[in-house]
């Protein structure tokens, strides 16, 4: 039994973490050396074309599909949809973080004021019902 349970394989899903296509998932198509892959998005569902990528701008997922290495577009991007994998990653926690990062990203300076006024309202709405509960405790 290995201590490891991802390995850079063909077929791994793996999420860029830098670069022009940053927080998006692909699939690896081959691997080139011990520092570079080649993937694909594929490029007819999420828009991330065939490239080669180092290895240092992606982290690996626990999701797999079944591919050979250097597989055709249209072979990946079967099994992508087959095992509906766009669905799998979006219930990950890690996913709806990135999720979330954007849209605050996203927030105009008046959105972070609504926010802010709307959370020192639930926080004063909590803390008179604390108040109120611990005074008929006693």
């Known amino acids: 039994m290995s201590f490891f349970g991802r390995f850079v394989e063909a077929g791994r899903i793996v999420l860029i973490t830098f670069g022009k296509y940053a927080d998006k998932i692909a699939v690896i198509v081959d691997i080139l050396d011990q520092n570079r892959v080649l993937i694909d998005g594929p490029s007819t ?18 999701f797999k599909i079944d591919i050979k290495r250097g597989a055709k577009l249209d072979e990946v991007e079967k099994k992508f949809k087959e095992e509906k994998i766009e669905e799998q990653w979006s219930k990950t926690s890690l996913a709806k973080k990135l999720k979330l990062k954007d849209m605050r990203a996203k927030m105009t300076d008046f959105d972070r004021f609504k926010l802010g006024f709307a959370k020192s309202k639930r926080k004063a709405i909590l803390g008179a019902e604390i108040k109120r509960l611990m005074k008929n405790q006693k």
């Open 45 to 62: 569902v999420n828009g991330i074309p065939r490239h080669v990528i180092s290895l240092k701008w992606v982290s690996l997922t626990n």
